[in-house]
């Protein structure tokens, strides 16, 4: 009954609003102007609206860059992130500064010359002085850019294997964690197919390849520090992606196929934790667990824990229901800690035995 009354009084006051606008619409005729073309007044309206729109932007962006601007990441902890971050600064410094020119300009201009009835334009037809400049410098500045990217690129992405002694490491992701295969005592990777999936052999390690018997499988990513590692990423069901921000590193994991990404890490997490940059948002962290840890008590459930940077292998690819805690801790870490850490990590090997002994 509430819900018809209510129907039927929402339908009379729609009624009353429409009979009312027509009423209203019939006294003013008279005043109404309803011709299409644009007067005096509303190009007036419209030149100054334009002029307020950019304004607005240009604020809203000097607004976004000062609010957000903890929201960076820190200086690149690995060799490569120092040239990437820097050709992401000079692209963004150069866009930055067109776009405000340009932007600002074409708004003012608008408002400047906005109809008057009687203004009269002026008839220009060329001047290919003019054409020749605008066309000519955005041709040098994007090639130069463009040839930098392509340079800046390559250096990343090829990966050289000869080069020095790197560290081989497979990335295997599935839904929804990840495992870190170690090459063992050869540093080579035994092969793998997922159809070996079988018990213990989770990654599905060839059993008969001897160079997977060395293997080392874990849950944590050890690196040693100042030595180039190369991932070689595969997925057992769907895409993935490999992402490691503070290393500016990402990559698809593809099922039936191994992806690669190589880097250097630079900074140890124990490094990174001292950071200024660290120091500072740890502390607002845990100022903001500390508060919301009070409301929980209160509300008799236990406090949030104090928190601790440390690096992360995060999955970037929406991959299913628990893709959002798809992650695996990363420890970068002087040799002799990583040597002494890798050392007590069981052998694929030894796995296998101790299930056959099972
Ligand atoms: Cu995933």
Known sequence: MTVLLTIIVVALVGITFWQMSKILKL?????????????????????KLM????????????????????????????????????LMLISLVIIMITQIITQGLLHYFTFKYRGKSTNKALFFADNDKLEFVWTIIPVIVLSALII???????????????????????LYAYQFDWRARYGGEDNVLGKANVRFIEGVNT????????????????NELHLPVNRKV???????????????PFFRAQMNVVPGMITEFSYTPTKTTEEMRNSEFMVEKVATINDIRREKSKALIAAGDEGLETYEFDYYLLCNK???????????????????????????QQTFGEQMSAQASN
């Open 27 to 47: 006294s003013q005729l008279k005043n109404v102007d309803t011709s299409q073309v644009a007067n005096d007044k509303d190009n007036d309206t419209q030149g």
């Open 51 to 86: 002029l307020g729109f950019v304004i607005f932007i240009y604020v809203l962006t000097i607004y976004c860059f000062s609010a957000y601007n903890s929201f960076f990441l820190p200086e690149s902890a690995s060799k490569h992130g120092v040239e990437y971050d820097q």
């Open 148 to 170: 930098y990217g392509l340079f800046t690129w390559s250096d990343i992405m090829n990966i050289d294997e000869e080069d020095g002694d790197p560290l081989i490491i497979e």
């Open 203 to 218: 990654l599905g390690v060839d059993v008969s390849d001897s160079y997977g018997k060395d293997d080392k499988i874990v």
């Open 230 to 244: 190369i991932f070689k990423m595969r997925s057992q069901d769907v895409l993935h992606s490999a992402y490691m």
């Open 318 to 344: 929406i991959c299913g229901a628990s893709h959002y805690n798809m992650q695996m801790k990363i420890v970068v870490e002087p040799e002799e800690d990583y040597n002494a850490w890798l050392k007590e």
